[in-house]
Structures are given as C-alpha cells and as structure tokens.
C-alpha cells in the first residue's frame, strides 16, 4: 500500500524528520487561502500516486495568490497520468541549495534492508542507479541488530554529503530506518531531502510504501488506505478480492495460481493474440467465486473471448464447473465466447458437469489458448 | 535417490489443528508421507487423524525423532513458528503459509544463514519425491518418479509443466516449489546445487518469473558450476513494469530490473534452452533424457 505525499509526510513529520509546512486542499479557494496562511512562494503539488508528477505538470510554484489560483485551478481536476487529480498539497516552497536522496528498502537478494544515500537528489533516483551506481552508498543492515549510528554517519559520507550538513542528513537517515522498520515499510523514500542555504535540510516529497502483508498490524497506517478510482474494474476486483491486472488486449484470462495465469497471457501473446487481463481467482475457489470471475471478465468491454484455464491442486474442477454453468446460464445468450480447460483434481467430474452447449472445452492449455486467440479474431473480423 | 525428503523423512506439522493443516496431513499420510507428529501451542495431548500433536516444536521432534517439519501457520504467527523449526533445530522446514510479512521473512531468513538447515517457501506448494513422500499441497498422483529434478516459484505452473513431462513418460526425482515471495529460504541457486550433487537426476526443469535477480544467479552458478543439463522456463513476458503479478514477488520495477526478457538472456546464454510454452519445455527435455 502507498501512502500519498501528504500522509506521509504527517508521518515523517511525527517522527521528528523536518517537513515544509504545508495544508491539503480539495478546491481552487482552499488552496488561495493555504497559500495565504503559509505565505508565499508555495508549492502546489498534485496529490496523486505517480512518479515524476512535476515533469508531468503536477508540480508548480506560486509566488502570489493569483498565481496560487491559476495554478490550483489548472491542476484540480487535471488527468496526470490517468489519475484524476482531487486534491493538491500547498506548501512552502523551499529555497535550497543542493538536493540529496535518502532510502531505506528491502534488498531481496540479500535478504535485508538497505539504507541508501546520495547527493544526486532531485531526480529519478533509479536512472541514478543505472547510469552511476557509485554514485549512491548503501549500507546493508542486520535486522538482528538494526542500523547501528555508525553505518548512518558511513552512508553520509561515502555519498558525498557536504560535512555542514552530515550530522543531520544521518539523523534524518536514522528516523527513516526506524520508521521503516517499525511501520513495516516496503519502500521509505525522501527525495529531494533539500538542503538551505543555512544549512538546514528539509524533506520535500515524501514516499512511503507499506508492506501489505503487514497491514492487520498497522492499524493506523491501513486506515489511511483511499480508495484510488483510477479504474472501475480494478476497484471491482478489489470488491471481489481477486489479483486482477487490466490490460488492453481483447482475449479474457481467467485461471488459478499467478505463475500459471502469468503463463496463459505469455501464451495468448505466444499464440498472435492480446491478452486483456491478469486474473487470478486463487486456491481452493468455489463456485461463486468462479462465477464473480466470468462477471469480472464480461465487464469489461475490451474483452471479445475468454479463456478459462484451471489445474486444480487444492481448487476443485466440479466446482469451477459448477461455477461456469451457474454464471452462463443466467445469461439468455453467453455474451462471449468462453473456452474452458480444467486438468487437476477432480477434471473429469469437471468436464462431465460442463454445460458444453455453453462452452468451448480443449484439453490441453495450449489448444484453449489459440482457439480463444481465434475466437477473438473473429470478433474483430 | 532424491533432493532433501524421502521416505524415511520424519515430519512434524506445523499448524495441524487447522482446516488445512487437518486436510493436508492426511493427503500427506495417504501418499505415505511419514508424518510422526503435530505442534500447536495449547493442542499438546491431543491427536489428528492418528498423529500426536505436541505443545512445542522441540517436544514433538525429541518424543518422535523428527528431522523436518511442514508450516500452515497463519501469516501474523508463521515468522515465530520457523524460528521455532529453525531452533529446534530441525534439517528441512517447508513453509506452505503465504502473506507473512516481509520483515519477519528478513529476520527468519538471517537465523537461516546461522545453521545448516533448509528451508523451504514461503509461499510455496511444498517439496515432492514421487512414490516416496511429499511435504506440502501437491497433488501427488500427477507426479511420477525418474530422473528429471524440477525447481519453481509458482504452484500451479509446476503442476502444468509436471503434466506435460508425465504425459510423456518423463517422471521427477524430486520437484521443489520454492514460492513466490520476496524473501525465500531456498532460491534456484541452492535447489540447483542440490540436485547437481544427486546422481539420479539426468536434467532440471527451471520455471521462474519476473521480478527479482534469481534467475539471473542461477544462469551464473550453472555456466560455472553445473554438469547436470538444466531447461528453462519463464513466465510473465508480457506483464507491464509496476504491476504487481499476483505473487509478491512478481513485479517489473520502474527500473527494467526483473524482465523476463533478461532471465530467458541469461539462462539462453548460460545454455539452458528456454521454451516459449510448456510443451517445448518437454520437447527440450525429451531431447536430453
């Protein structure tokens, strides 16, 4: 789960990591009058949860209050990215002299967090690390141990951070880390950490990502959770607790198990055609949860045919069947057509209750891919 | 012979009281797993279809003399619960539990890296030697035994890639499902270095996915250290970078890191055939036994 700027940056500041200050405002005249209160420049800043808002648009600097109202009044309401933009975060603008990144995350490779720092702030931090790896220090930590003091001030100056500023940019490293660990971080990002021309830094933006298996013990962090609306599919699939991936292909993907599922789309791109989405129904689906699965697929009307492919360990195949037949047949015509492969436990009880007037049945994955590829292209022809 | 169980493994279940450690312990028991006890905090005295359930994992291990234990612990307690299997200690610890939080697996994974033991997962279908034991959720009447070891992130996809090898006749060694998470005990370097050392297995059958560096590891150890014929697998050519692929792990990030294009470069270049779909996956299989 991502927090947005402004949460985060409530959750940075309660940490003791110095923020702008800053008002969140959801019209033009709300935004004016933060603007007033924090007293100018500010910065106007689209509150939505993608990278490289300011390149974008999204991020724009007013130094009066017609300015801020212009400003506010084209960023309310603008489409950054595909995200509809409700909110903009107004803040004081920061006059700085350098700007640094600051991260803690997860090395999966090792197995252990990172703390990384940088003078190169400012930028996509990930064009950083692939054009000049030296030029980020990273310090591994020991999760038995925590970061110890030294390995913050090591970071800091293996980076490069100018020595006026050290003591604190190390500080601030120390609260990021323990934030991270403490709130169950998946991602802690300051980037630009800026730094004033006396000497001060200050974070701003902010990012915080939250690991979402660890949400049930962050209670405060998982009520943060908005409901982003950025596609209504995708918010339905959230309603019925499927992974559900949208794609803009017109060959529909229903199956069981990520990688197998991952494997059905490779398999429809193999085969010439578009795979239109990613989803996974999980282990062990019943019937409804089968039949919410073909609704899902049928709501979305990029989709021409379906391809339904299960191999059942724990998820039964005469319960998908039963889910299938149960979902077709409220329908007075099926409103597209739907191939279905079942192989695993219980296939051939499967196959047996199949309503095959409903669908199209192939044995082996391969064949109910092409013939869902074929069946798509017929749409379109 | 096999990689990591066999018959004579002695299991403890981790979580047996449960829906499915119940359900799973006696599909275990049916394929002649030799599961000798259970452990939940509370539950000591009691039995599960015929298996003693202990209060520790330390009890059970000691009164059954176990070596290895399978965890369907929920996610809140399953970090505490291989820390328990880590420290009993036993050899081979198969977590089946998926969703336990990152920063636990972190931990779980350095307490690791102090002993000698194995462990499997999270997230992950188990650990199967056909005709001889399986530890975890595989369907065991789709695997067979012979000479060809299997190693995979994914659970379903094992079984559709076992299908098409069994189909042929080709019967598994053993197969591993490592899991699907950021985090796992047991990465394709180790399983490959495991079935290098076993002299039954002719070739191994790779099935990775985006996301992560393994694959790429695993391309490195095999063109330095491997003799044994290794084919491969990957699944998510077609995932768009950001989006997460149903597995935690299974993510393209901004950066470009974790395509499948680069792991099916590095296993190519490594000599490990790749197929495009699961049947060529046996086809190249079919040409090496």
Redesign the interface.
Known sequence: MKLHEYQAKEVFADAGIPTPSARLAGTVDEAVAAAEEIGFPVAVKAQVQV?GRGKAGGIEIAGDAEEARAIADDILGMDLKGYHVDRVLVEAAVDFVDELYVGVT?D??E???VAMVSTRGGVNI??V??EDPEAIAREHV???FGMHPYQARKAVYDAGVDRAVARDVAGVLTTLYELW?ER?G?DAEINPLMVTADDEVIAADAVFNV????L??QPDLAEMEEETADDELEAKANEYGF?Y?R?DGDVGII?????????T??????YGGD?AN?L?VG?GAKAERISNALDMVFSDDNVDAVVFNI????TRGDEVARGINEALGSFDEVPKPVVVRL???NAAEGMEILNTDLVTVEE???DAVQRAVEYAAEVKA | MSVLVDAETRVVVQGITGGEGRFHTEQMLDYGTNVVAGAVPGKGGQEVTGVPVYDTVDRAARAEDADASVVFVPPAFAGDALFEALDAPLDLVVAITEGIPTQDMSAVYRRLGETDAHLVGPNCPGVITPGEAKLGILPGNIFSAGDVGLISRSGTLTYQIVDNLTNRGIGQTTAIGIGGDPIIGTDFVDALELFEADTDTEAVVMCGEIGGEDEEEAARYITEYMDTPVVGFIAGRTAPPGKRMGHAGAIVSGSGTGTAQSKIEALENAGVPVGDTPEEVADHVEDIV
């Open positions: 990278g997860m999966r490779g197995g252990r967090p990930e064009e690390a692939a020991d999760p038995a660990d169950d998946s690991d979402d298996d660890a049930f013990r992974d991936v794609l199956g069981n198990g990520a990688g197998l599922v991952m494997t789309l490779d398999l429809v791109d193999y795979p990613f996974d282990g191999f059942g360990g724990i192989a695993g436990t082996t994955l391969e």
